[in-house]
C-alpha cells in the first residue's frame, strides 16, 4: 500500500517541528486582531471559473460527486472566502480574516511543491486605503519575523496599475499580455523574454528599455522612470501611493523592503498593489504573496467590497526554516514513569496522572518491563525519570531523578510546589 | 455561488469557539506524551477495500484521478496511520500517535454529521495491554473532562471476544453477523430485533435471553452471565481483563463508565476492547469510539503490530459543549488603537505595533475616520481605547481607557510595566 505522488505522510519528529508554523501564525493573527474563518475543502468547480485563471483551473482535483455536481478540493483559499464573505449580509467592515487550511493542485511535485500542502490566508475586507494595504504586508513580515526570519527575507512590492501604465507608455496596447511575460523574468533566457515582449507589439527598443527597469529591485527612493521617459500625474499619484504604503510598511519590520516590477502575481483578480517575499538567498520559490483584489466580491455578488490579502503555503516555509535551524528539536523533555513491579503500577499511574494534570509531559510504560529497562526508554525520551516502589507507594511520596546529572530528589505526591521544583 | 451540501462556512463568532476543540486535545495529547503525525487527505480506494467495510466504501468520495489512479477523500484515520506506521522499519513501539484532521463521508447531512468534518486521533501501537487499553480510553474522557464536560457523559466499554463468545453459547454460529443487528439495537423495534437474530439462526428463547442482557448498561461489579448461563475459564480470563482495565481506567477519570454489550463497532477491523462515549442525556450521536486492532498491520503488511486507538469527530462535541455553555464567547478583550487626525497614523501605528509585540489583540482602524466613530468602533470590538494625539506624539505617550468605566490612564509608550498594569 503506497501513498499517492505528491502527497506527504509527517512522522512525529517532523509534525513536531512543523507545529511552530501553525502555532507562530495563529498567534501573530491574534494579535493583529484578525479573526479565524474555516471554509469548505470541495466547492463547486465553478466557483475558480470566474476568476481564477486557465492554469489553476487546470491543475484542479475536480470530479463528478455522487450527486452529479462538478467539485473540486479547493486549489486556493481566495474564491471560498470571498464566497463566505458575500454570502451573509450582517459582515461589519472592515473584516480581518484568517485562515490555516490544506489545498490540493494537480501538479508535478519539486522542492517546495507538493500536491496537497497547507496555507495560511489573511485578507482585510471592506477597506481600500494605504494602511490597509500595509497592514497586510506588516502582517505577513510579522509572522516570517516572529519565525525567526527576521533579516532572513526580502519583501518584494509592484502596483498593478502602475505596471499597467509602464506598458502602455512603451507600448503595450494590452497589457494583462504581458503579465505571463515578466512573471517569467527569472526563469527563461532574455531573448526569449524579449521575442515574446516584442510578439505582443512592442519594438525591440522599447521591450529593451521595459527590460532594463523590470529585472531590477529598486529602493523606495530610487526613480528609475523620470530617464526612462516613463511619467505623468496619474503615474505620479499612483507612484506616491506606493511609497506611503512603503514608509508606514517600515513601522512594521526592519526587514528589507524592495520595488519589483517583475512582480506580477499569477492570478487573475488583484487590482492593485501585489507582492512577494522570498529568501535572501533567492533560491527558492516565493515564500508568500498577495496583493489588491477589489472587483472579486462584486464578480460574484454584483456588490463591490473591497478586499486585500495573501497566502502563504508551507512548504517553502518548511524548507527556509530547517535552513536556518529555526524549528526546534521535538522536546526531549518531559517525563517517564517507572515503577520497581506490576503491582506498583496503579500507584505509578496516581503519579502519572499527578504530573499530567500539572502540565508535564508525562509518558509511563504500558507493558511488563523490567525497572532497568524502563530506566533505558526514560533516558532515550525523557530529561526526567520519576520512580516509584514500594517505599515511595507507603509513604505517597515520588523520586525524580534529573536523567542528566543523575541526581534524585523525593518529594510528597501531594506537593505541587516541591514537584514543580524538582523539575526545573 | 453556493457551498455543496453538508459542508461548513465557519464565520468568526463560531470558529474562535471551536478552537478549544482543538487547543484542549492538542495540549491533553502532549500531556499523554502522544506525538503528533500528519497524513494526506487523499488516498488509493484500495486502502479502504481492506477492512473499513462496504457501507463505509460506499460512503467514500471518490474518482478516478488525472493520472488514472482510483482515489478518495479519506473517510476516516485508521486505515492512513497504519500504512505510515508499517511504511518506516524504524519505529520504535510503544509509538503513541495522534492526528487532527479533516475527513469525508458521503452521507445525508444531520444533526452532528457532516459531509466533511474534523476528526481526532490517537493510537497506541505496539503492545497488547490492560495498561495500554486503559490509557487509550484515560485519554478519551481525560480530552472530555479537560473541555469541562466531566459527569456530562458516559464511557461504555464492550470486548470483542467476549460477545463472540456470548453468542456463540446463545448458538450463534457466526458472531459478526449479529453485530450489525446489535449495532441498532437503539434505533429499531424489539420485534425486527428478534426477527433479525433469529433469521441468523438463534432461537427465540435465545434471542430473548441475549436481549435481555444487551439492552442494559452494568456496574463492573455486576454479574449478568452466570445467571444466563454464559461462563467457562476462557469467559472469566476475559471478563477479568475488562474489569482490570476498567479499576486503572478509574486512575483516569471520576466519570461514569459502563459495561455495555450492545456497543460493537461498525467497523471490522476490532479485534479486542471497544468503546464508546455518549452524552449523559443520550439525545445526541456517539461522542467517540474506538478499540483494539491487533490485526490490521499485518494485514496491510504480514508484520503483526498489537493497536489501540479512538477517533472522536468535532461535530457532536461541538453541539454537547455548545449546550452545556463550555465554549467560550470571542474575546471582547483586546484594544483599539484610536488617533486624533491623519497626520499622528505613523505614531498610533508605533503604539499599535508596542502593544502587537507584548502579546495584546490590538486592532487599528485602517480608514480615514473621525475619533469619535474610532472610538464607537472601539467600543463595539474591544475592552480598551489607546487614544493618542499631538500631546501623546509629542510626549511619546499612550493614554489609555478602559472601555467600561472610562477610566484612562497616560503612560509612556516605552514603560511597558506602566503599559501592562493599565491593560489588567
Not at 193 to 198: M, N, Q, V, Y
Not at 301 to 316: E, K, Q
Not at 357 to 369: A, H, N, P, Y
Not at 395 to 407: A, Q, V
Amino acid at each position: 500500500m503506497e501513498r499517492l505522488k505528491g502527497f506527504r505522510d509527517v512522522y512525529p519528529d517532523e509534525a513536531e517541528r512543523r507545529k511552530k508554523i501553525f502555532h507562530v501564525a495563529e498567534r501573530c493573527s491574534e494579535e493583529f486582531s484578525f479573526r479565524k474563518v474555516e471554509f469548505p475543502s470541495l466547492e463547486l468547480l465553478d466557483l475558480y471559473r470566474l476568476k481564477s485563471g486557465s492554469d489553476l483551473l487546470n491543475q484542479t482535483f475536480s470530479f463528478i460527486d455522487k450527486g452529479g455536481r462538478e467539485v473540486t478540493l479547493t486549489p486556493e483559499a481566495t474564491p471560498s472566502v470571498v464566497r463566505m464573505l458575500v454570502a451573509r449580509k450582517d459582515i461589519r467592515f472592515p473584516a480581518k480574516w484568517y485562515s490555516f487550511q490544506r489545498y490540493w493542485r494537480y501538479e508535478d511535485p519539486q522542492s517546495g511543491r507538493q500536491r496537497e500542502f497547507y496555507q495560511y490566508n489573511a485578507d482585510i475586507f471592506g477597506v481600500d486605503s494605504i494602511e490597509s494595504d500595509a497592514e497586510i504586508m506588516g502582517l505577513s513580515c510579522y509572522i516570517l519575523d516572529s519565525l525567526g526570519l527576521g533579516g532572513k527575507y526580502r519583501l518584494l512590492i509592484n502596483d498593478r496599475p502602475l505596471m499597467e501604465m509602464i506598458l502602455r507608455s512603451l507600448g503595450v496596447e494590452n497589457p494583462l499580455q504581458a503579465f505571463p511575460v515578466l512573471d517569467r523574468i527569472r526563469k527563461i533566457p532574455e531573448s526569449e523574454l524579449l521575442e515574446a515582449l516584442i510578439s505582443i507589439g512592442m519594438t525591440q527598443q522599447k521591450a529593451d528599455a521595459l527590460l532594463s527597469i523590470v529585472g531590477r529591485r529598486y529602493d523606495f527612493g530610487d526613480d528609475p522612470f523620470t530617464s526612462a521617459g516613463i511619467g505623468g500625474s496619474q503615474f505620479d499619484t499612483r507612484f506616491s501611493r506606493i511609497k506611503a504604503t512603503w514608509a508606514l510598511l517600515k513601522k512594521y519590520t526592519s526587514s528589507s523592503i524592495f520595488l519589483d516590477l517583475s512582480v506580477v502575481r499569477g492570478l487573475g483578480y488583484y487590482t492593485g498593489m501585489v507582492f512577494e517575499a522570498f529568501d535572501s538567498s533567492g533560491s527558492l520559490r516565493s515564500i508568500l504573496g498577495g496583493g489588491r483584489y477589489d472587483g472579486l466580491a462584486e464578480i460574484m455578488s454584483g456588490r463591490r467590497v473591497p478586499a486585500v490579502g495573501f497566502g502563504m503555503g508551507d512548504a517553502v516555509l518548511e524548507i527556509l526554516l530547517n535552513e536556518h535551524s529555526l524549528l526546534d528539536d521535538p522536546s526531549s523533555g518531559g517525563i517517564t514513569v517507572c515503577f520497581t513491579s506490576a503491582n506498583i503500577y496503579p500507584y505509578a499511574l496516581d503519579a502519572c496522572m499527578k504530573l499530567r494534570s500539572m502540565g508535564f509531559r508525562t509518558d509511563i510504560v504500558l507493558s511488563d518491563k523490567s525497572l532497568s529497562a524502563q530506566l533505558k526508554q526514560a533516558s532515550s525520551d525523557s530529561a526526567y525519570a520519576v520512580i516509584v516502589g514500594e517505599e515511595e507507594m507507603k509513604k505517597g511520596s515520588l523520586t525524580i531523578r534529573n536523567l542528566k546529572d543523575g541526581i534524585q530528589t523525593v518529594v510528597s505526591i501531594l506537593d505541587s510546589e516541591g514537584i514543580k521544583n524538582a523539575l526545573k
